[in-house]
Nanobody, 117 residues
């Protein structure tokens, strides 16, 4: 059974930094999956924040470019999102997602990130 577990969320002041992690289990060939982080703020639709392909190519939402960095560790089946210069608008539940080329699609339960003074 595939499971994704996010961790590392919390409360941070504007301008601060936070890193969230996603641990995958039940997957044999983690390196064959693309990985992405999404977020959903209250009253808003879930949106793509950052993605990293099987080959390591990254892409970011315009709103986080230059502030957020996505990375992955295939040997540990982990994904990370380093968030710097956080703004109140970054407040949301952050979700980890992995997709295979064969159509497998898995989500974590989410971790809350709150940016507030």
């Amino acid at each position: 059974q595939v499971q994704l577990v996010e961790s590392g969320g919390g409360l941070v002041q504007p301008g601060g930094s936070l890193s969230v992690s996603c641990a995958a289990s039940g997957i044999i060939f983690y390196f064959t999956y693309s990985v992405a982080w999404y977020r959903q703020a209250p009253g808003k639709q879930r949106e793509l924040v950052a993605g990293i392909s099987r080959g390591g190519t990254t892409n970011y939402a315009d709103s986080v470019k230059g502030r957020f960095t996505i990375s992955r560790d295939n040997t540990m089946a982990m994904a990370y999102l380093q968030m710097n210069s956080l703004e109140p608008e970054d407040t949301a539940v952050y979700y980890c997602n992995i997709k295979s080329s064969g159509g497998d699609d898995y989500w974590g339960q989410g971790t809350q990130v709150t940016v507030s003074s």
